[in-house]
Nanobody, 127 residues
């Protein structure tokens, strides 16, 4: 059974930085990919970034390119999202997600290709 637990959220001001972490247990060490999504109340879940677990290939949505960096530590089974130059538009609940082991149909930006989700960590950016 795979479990994901996010941490690192908080309240910051425009231009500040935060580092989100996701601790994974179970089969995530062999998952095809992991990613970060965010959701604001009343809005659809939005994909933020994803990473291919084994080789570290990273993918980003356009709005965070150049500001966010996704990474993973295979040994520690952790996923990280370094967020710099935060803007009010980044305010959301951030969720960590992972595919099943060996999922060959993984699409980084599609939530339906992820099988496991954390409970979320809140990020609030004030102007």
């Amino acid at each position: 059974q795979v479990q994901l637990v996010e941490s690192g959220g908080g309240s910051v001001q425009t231009g500040d930085s935060l580092r989100l972490s996701c601790a994974a247990s179970g089969d995530t060490f062999s998952s095809s990919g992991m990613g970060w999504f965010r959701r604001t109340p009343g809005k659809q879940r939005e994909w933020v970034a994803a990473i291919r677990w084994l080789d570290g290939t990273a993918y980003y949505t356009n709005s965070v390119k150049g500001r966010f960096t996704i990474s993973r530590d295979i040994a520690k089974r952790t996923l990280t999202l370094q967020m710099n130059s935060l803007q009010p538009e980044d305010t959301a609940m951030y969720y960590c997600a992972a595919t099943t082991r060996g999922d060959m149909n993984w699409v980084p930006a599609l939530s339906l290709t992820y099988s496991y989700w954390g409970q979320g960590t809140q990020v609030t950016v004030s102007a």
